[in-house]
């Protein structure tokens, strides 16, 4: 009983939202392309121009969604601008592009359905009817041929179009350059390959101090001076304070220094004896002050063939 | 002139006894070179001793050996928590005659010529020994029957093992510093002597093979004569007292040579110490050693060889680093050698 009421309420609401349809949906028109020459894999693109009145919307559920129509006929794209309301009337712009899939042997005319869409205003609903188009539709080529031999010459297929790389390889580049570069900074900091001679020489340093200090003639001072230049060059190259008794330590790590090894420990006897001893004129006699500047060079040479 | 070639030739004869001193030592304590040196050179120097170690690795046996190397008379007490001063003053007893008696305790038995007093375990004993100590170690006299009694050659060797620190009490700061050195006794680091020391039966039965040193060696009275010796016959130059200098401060400012350690904060590290008498005692040290490689002039591998020993317990850090002291304290040392420029 409820359910035969209530169908009948709903048959009455829609003979009232039928009855003034007409003037809600004030115009569908319809732009088609021209009406014949298709072939197979042609797109034809239909615009429709609706115009609603004004409380009255396009519903967007009811829109059709590209697929494919039958078995010949693709909606390949819907596509609908809303320009809005002016004068009380609300417009837009249906685009739908199709594809035809047909093979006809002969011209023949094919149909578009026509598409129903609605329109609301929040109450109502009123149909809009986009009418159905037709076209011709062409083969691509004769059904027999006149001539025999070859029917059709495949034409070559086009070239495929470049992927554009440029600017990856502009990337690439860039970054290859700031990786080398980034290298470049690392290498230095660390004393690498080209920069390994960077590495100050501590004893090229000593012996160019020695040769201004050590002109004749030679102070106890400049003595002393040329000694204390030769130790802390001792102690660079070694990485720490390098006494007498830590030579052997020293000459295993630097294994280049061992053909100056008897001069070298002279030289420390004689620095022990000027800065511990008191016997500065005594070790002046020992390691005279030329031989001491000779040595300077020695060592400099040594150590320039070792880096 | 002469006076001096005399006190040369006196000093070299005395270096090979010295020399001869080692020997006797090392024979019955092995892998202990290092150790056995720092301890001839603190008996040269005439300086106390404490040695430091884990248990069972022969400090006592190296101690024993020492006293009698050296010689002269020797005494030796355990520590534990009741010792009192007292205990080591006074012996008291019930004599025959069922009357008790107060007779001279350990420390006053040998009379005034008591050359060696060795105190085992010295952190078991209560700070009033200590107190006890610090005064015959700093003055080289007791209080005792009412009058003073003077060693003036007596020389304390302590050790403390460093596992057990229950029940314990610290040395203070004033009696450490009264030692000349603190030695670390590790385990010998040579396999063979590892070896030996394990498998020789020469080495288990300790008293058997302390009849092997040959009984005093030095003459107490005489050494004292050729400690001043040494100390007048070895020379420090103005360079090297720069560079002492030069490494005090570093220690105590180790920031301002570009020290650093790994994990501390250099800034803080230091609290104080490295004191004008450990100083002092870091150049007696360094002439005896001198002086036993032959040399009359005192070289910075001298200063370098006995620094951890003599100062290494001098230097006072803070409390946060305290329980990775002796690595912290260590790594300083090293560095500050590496980085203050000798000569």
């Known amino acids: 009983m409820a359910r ?21 949906v004030r115009a569908v028109d319809l732009y088609a392309p021209r009406a014949f020459g298709y072939v197979i894999g042609d797109a034809l693109t239909l615009t429709a121009d609706i115009t609603l009145d004004a409380p009255f919307t396009l519903d967007p559920a009811a829109l059709p969604t590209p697929r494919a129509l039958n078995y ?45 869409l609605s329109a609301t205003d929040g109450a109502r609903r009123v149909a809009v009817n986009v009418p159905g188009w037709s076209f011709l539709s062409s083969p691509l080529r004769e059904v027999m041929t006149s001539t025999p031999g070859q029917a059709m010459t495949l034409r070559p297929d086009t070239a495929p179009r470049m992927i554009p790389t440029a600017g990856t390889r502009h990337a690439l580049l860039a970054s290859l350059v700031i990786a080398l570069g980034a290298l470049a900074v690392l290498a230095w900091q660390m004393g690498w390959w080209p920069f390994h001679r960077r590495r100050a020489r501590p004893f090229a340093m000593a012996a160019r101090a020695m040769a201004g200090a050590l002109g004749s003639p030679s102070s106890e001072s400049a003595y002393r001076g040329s000694l204390m230049a030769l130790h802390r060059a001792f102690d660079t190259t070694a990485g720490h304070g390098l006494f007498a008794e830590d030579l052997p330590g020293f000459f295993a790590a630097h294994p280049a220094f061992r053909a100056v090894e008897g001069e070298v420990r002279r030289l420390f006897a004689v620095s022990r004896d000027v800065f ?17 500047l000779a040595l300077a060079r020695r060592l400099r040479a040594v150590e320039r063939e070792a880096s | 002139m002469r006076v001096v070639r005399e006190t040369d030739s006196v000093l070299s004869e005395w270096r090979e006894q010295a020399l001869r001193f080692e020997r006797e030592i090392a024979r019955v304590v092995l892998g202990q070179q290092r150790v056995i040196r720092l301890l001839t050179i603190a008996t040269f120097a005439r300086g106390h001793v404490l040695l430091e170690g884990d248990v069972g690795v022969g400090k006592t046996t190296l101690l024993r050996a020492l006293a009698r190397a050296i010689g002269g008379s020797f005494e030796r007490i355990e520590g534990t928590i009741d010792l009192m001063p007292a205990d080591l003053i006074y012996h008291a007893h019930l004599g025959e ?16 010529d008591l050359s060696v007093f060795f105190f085992n375990e010295i952190n078991r004993a209560r700070p009033q020994v200590h107190s006890l100590l610090l005064r015959l170690m700093a003055e080289r006299s007791v209080s005792a029957f009412n009058r003073d009694y003077h060693f003036p050659h007596v020389q304390v060797f302590a050790d403390r093992n460093r596992v057990e620190r229950e029940e314990t009490f610290e040395l203070p700061a004033a009696a450490r510093d009264r030692f000349l050195m603190e030695v670390q006794v590790a385990m010998p680091a040579d396999e063979a002597a590892r070896r030996s020391l394990v498998f020789d039966t020469r080495f288990h039965n300790v008293d058997a093979l302390l009849t092997e040193v040959k009984h005093g060696g030095l003459d107490p009275a005489t050494l004292e004569t050729i400690a001043r010796a040494i100390q007048s016959g070895v020379r420090t130059s103005e360079t090297l007292e720069t560079y002492t200098l030069a490494l005090w401060e570093a220690i105590r400012a180790p920031r301002a040579f570009g020290i650093a350690i790994d994990g501390v904060d250099m800034d803080r590290l230091v609290h104080g110490g490295a004191s004008p008498r450990g100083m ?22 001298d200063l370098r060889a006995v620094f951890p020993e003599v100062m290494a317990h001098r230097i006072f850090i803070d409390p946060v680093y305290e329980l990775r002291r002796e690595g912290i304290v260590g790594e300083l040392i090293a560095r500050v050698f590496e980085r203050v420029p000798a000569p």
């Open chain 1, 4 to 24: 035969r009421l209530r169908l009948a309420f709903l048959a009455l609401l829609a003979i009232a939202g039928a009855t003034p349809a007409a003037a809600q």
């Open chain 1, 72 to 116: 010949w006929l693709d909606l390949r794209e819907v596509r609908l601008d809303d320009h809005g309301v002016e004068g009380g009337q609300h417009r837009y712009t249906l685009g739908l592009t199709y594809q035809t899939f047909y093979a006809p042997l002969e011209p023949r005319r094919l149909d578009i359905p026509a598409i129903a």
């Open chain 1, 276 to 292: 511990f001893g008191g016997d500065a004129p005594g070790a002046q006699r020992a390691l005279p002050p030329g031989e001491l």
């Open chain 2, 97 to 112: 005659d069922g009357k008790p008696r107060i007779d001279p305790g350990p420390l006053l038995r040998q009379g005034e």
């Open chain 2, 280 to 301: 002092s005692y870091l150049i007696r040290a360094a002439r005896v050693r001198a002086w036993l490689e032959g040399r009359d002039m005192v070289v910075p591998e």
